[in-house]
């Protein structure tokens, strides 16, 4: 999240589109998948909406459509911003993530069901999809049962205070963490005096 | 008891966004919502606290899920559905026995498309996309509408909503486990 606050004060597109490249590129090496075709459309449809304002010196004129720079810097920028914000979150939030206290335990009691219901999945039926997902829940979690929290994580097992169930950190990564957060701030830096 | 009711509901929530996601759509922004159903059948018997707890599940859930937790989509989902479970709840409480599920959630997915659209205009797309709210709110009163209907057959034909209201209002009840 150190990453954050250079990225977001960076106003050159292309500073911002390489970072927004080695955040993609860290979303890949947590073996997360990439929607290209999704973020592609949402880049395009930020930056038309934002084209329909022009501002700035006309660039290109489409009959009575004019392209302008500003408007398309702008455009550019603001998606780039949004598009990589959301590979950052994909690399950095994992399911896996302990929360602490009773909130922690309610959710992951709830990823515990979620998976369960995921498993059974298969069973739904597109002809009678109502009876087969009452079915499917009955099954999952029957509410007539006197005891549904025999084999459900305690909300201690979510704990991630205890330090009996601290996995040890990595130190070897965090060399390469530091690399990662500096790399946003030494472009950041660069562009304020290229700018300057 | 309470507590696992609560987590199920919200993991019911996690998986039909999953359901959702399967779902062809004409348009590539259009969503049905199906995560809502939840909330939606929990209004009859919830507390509002439980309530608010199911939505902190959906939205959290969600985030975890696709990693869009430290996102801008985080921000809309629990703007949006927040909107959307407050309206719904004024609408049920106001309107009891005299409005269904269907004009529920009707004002519910409204709510929510304004207040995605006026945070979509703010911050994303600019003053020019108020051009597409007429679209985003003539497509939310759709999905509203068959969001709504698929919550009454549901609610009227689910053994196990039927099972899981006594059970809550029972565990929920002064001496109930909780």
């Known amino acids: ?27 890949l090496m947590a073996g997360k998948r990439i929607r290209w075709g999704y973020f592609a459309t949402l880049l395009a449809s930020i930056t038309l909406f934002h084209l329909l304002a022009p501002w700035g010196r006309v660039l290109l004129e489409i009959g009575p459509f004019a392209i302008t720079e500003g408007a398309l810097r702008n455009g550019l920028v603001r998606g780039i911003t949004l598009i990589g914000m959301v590979f950052l979150s994909v690399a950095a939030v994992r399911p896996e993530l302990k929360l602490p206290g009773r909130f922690g335990g309610l959710v992951g009691r709830t990823f515990y069901h979620f998976e369960a219901i995921i498993d059974g999945k298969g069973r739904l039926s597109r002809r009678d999809f ?6 499917l829940l009955l099954e999952r979690f029957d509410p007539d049962r006197s005891d549904l929290s025999g084999d459900l994580p ?3 097992a979510a704990d991630s205070s205890a330090p009996s169930r601290r996995s040890p950190r990595p130190r070897r990564g965090i060399p390469w963490a530091a690399v990662a957060v500096l790399i946003p701030w030494l472009l950041w830096f660069v562009t304020m005096h290229g700018t300057g | 008891m309470r507590r696992d009711i609560l987590a199920f509901l919200g993991a019911l929530s996690l998986f039909l966004a999953a359901v959702e996601y399967l779902i062809p759509k004409p348009l590539p922004f259009l969503r049905l919502g199906l995560a809502n159903l939840p909330l939606l059948i ?36 629990l703007a949006g559905t927040t909107a959307s479970l407050g309206t719904m709840a004024a609408v049920h409480r106001l309107g009891g026995r005299h409005v269904s599920l269907i004009g529920v959630s009707l004002a519910g997915a ?20 108020r051009l597409i709210a007429p679209l985003s709110v003539g497509s939310s009163v759709v999905t509203g509408l068959v969001m709504g209907s698929f919550a009454e057959a549901f609610r009227s034909r689910s053994r196990w909503l039927a099972a899981l209201e006594r059970r809550y209002r029972s565990a929920a009840a002064p001496g109930g486990l909780s």
């Open chain 1, 154 to 156: 305690t909300d201690d």
């Open chain 2, 42 to 77: 929990g209004l009859g018997f919830l507390k509002p606290r439980d309530l608010l707890i199911v939505l902190v599940l959906k939205v959290f859930g969600q985030g975890l899920v696709n990693g869009t937790l430290a996102s801008y989509v985080f921000l809309f989902s």
């Open chain 2, 110 to 129: 409204l709510a929510s498309s304004l207040v995605q659209t006026a945070l979509a205009v703010t911050f994303v797309f600019g003053e020019t996309a």
């Open chain 1, 1 to 27: 999240m150190l990453m954050l606050p250079p990225y977001m004060l960076i106003e050159d597109p292309i500073p911002k589109a390489i970072l927004a490249a080695l955040f993609a590129l860290a979303a």
């Open chain 1, 130 to 135: 109502f009876g087969s997902l009452d079915r």
